[in-house]
């Protein structure tokens, strides 16, 4: 497996302020990867020093085999960038935005294609300004892939999205990801997180606090199980590390079916909030 990010030793300061730490990051060709971390944490600093928007103090850093701070032309090209505040281009139709974008690229990929891929053929000659939040947001995207980038970064793509436009929205990166793009997301949306990313990294107070698959951070998989049923018309709960056997003794018990059961382990939430307290002290 090739890797697309190497990031070691990475730190940034702003005056007083020291945003980065030290953070290491090794991001694999092909995969998606989700930077989650709370308000102020340093990722958006971090992301941008991988795009080449900023300068970083120390540390190494490689995207696609080249340190961004020399970044050339060339190697722009073979990057995406999708950024938190939408293209504001209201006059002008979809097809034509997405047209006048793949002329500033080497390699672009044809227009059309992209604007079906992202879902707007309906909407293709429409005014970008006519478009719903959601659908300027696919507008984006399109704008972000159009040159056939290997690499896509993607800063809080669904923020403000209904549940169903998040679904769809997830599809499409899936089916990007499908097509070999490697992509790097941040996102506060733990369940987007879990339903989207191979890996992720869990930044606070600017460090890498946990890294990891979303099934298995931060000792999720193993963590202790909680059973929960009603008896006697009370709420019943019970912490183990073998819900298995409980539920056995339940159903002995009960002669059967148990009232209200339910197995639960800790939501990538769960971890979450308690990897950036812990983070955080
Ligand atoms: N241009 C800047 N000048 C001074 N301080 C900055 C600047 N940009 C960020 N900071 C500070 O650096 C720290 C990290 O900010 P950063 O934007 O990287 O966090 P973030 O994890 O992306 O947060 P959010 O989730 O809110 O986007 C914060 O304390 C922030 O106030």
């Given amino acids: 497996m090739t ?6 030793g990475l730190t940034k300061r702003y005056g007083d302020v020291q945003a980065v730490k030290g953070i290491d990051l090794d991001i694999r060709e092909g995969e998606i990867f989700a930077i989650l971390g709370p308000n102020g944490a ?8 991988l795009e080449g928007y900023r300068t970083r103090d120390a540390g190494e850093v490689s995207v696609l085999g080249v340190d961004p701070a020399k970044a050339t032309r060339g190697w ?18 979809v097809r ?3 047209h006048h974008f ?18 707007l053929m309906e909407k293709a000659g429409k005014r970008v300004r006519q478009l719903s939040g959601g659908q300027r947001r696919r507008v984006d995207v399109a704008l972000g892939v159009i040159g056939d980038p290997e690499l896509l970064f993607l800063d809080e793509p669904t923020t403000g999205f209904d549940p169903e436009a998040r679904r769809q929205f997830w599809e499409l990166i899936e089916s990007l990801a499908h097509d070999g793009t490697t992509i790097v997301l941040t996102t506060h ?17 600017g460090r890498v606090v946990a890294e990891g698959e979303p099934g298995t951070l931060g000792g999720r998989a193993t963590a202790k199980a909680t059973v929960s049923w009603s008896e006697g018309g009370e709420q019943r709960s019970l912490e183990t590390g ?13 002669d059967g079916e148990v009232p209200e059961l339910t197995v639960t382990r800790p939501s990538l939430e769960d971890i979450y909030l ?3 307290e812990t983070g955080a002290r």
């Fill in 3 to 8: 890797t697309a990010v190497r990031v070691r």
């Fill in 42 to 49: 340093g990722k958006s600093t971090t992301v941008e020093i």
């Fill in 76 to 93: 722009r090209s073979r990057i995406g960038i999708v950024l938190q505040t939408a293209e504001d281009a209201s006059e002008v139709t």
């Fill in 96 to 98: 034509e935005l997405v």
């Fill in 102 to 119: 793949a002329g500033y690229y080497p390699h672009a990929k044809d227009p059309d294609e992209v604007i079906a891929k992202v879902g």
């Fill in 189 to 205: 949306y733990l369940d987007e997180a879990e339903a989207l990313a191979d890996r992720v990294a869990v930044v606070a107070g």
């Fill in 242 to 254: 073998t819900p298995t056997e409980t539920v056995l003794e339940l159903t002995g018990r009960f």
């Fill in 274 to 276: 308690r990897l950036i």
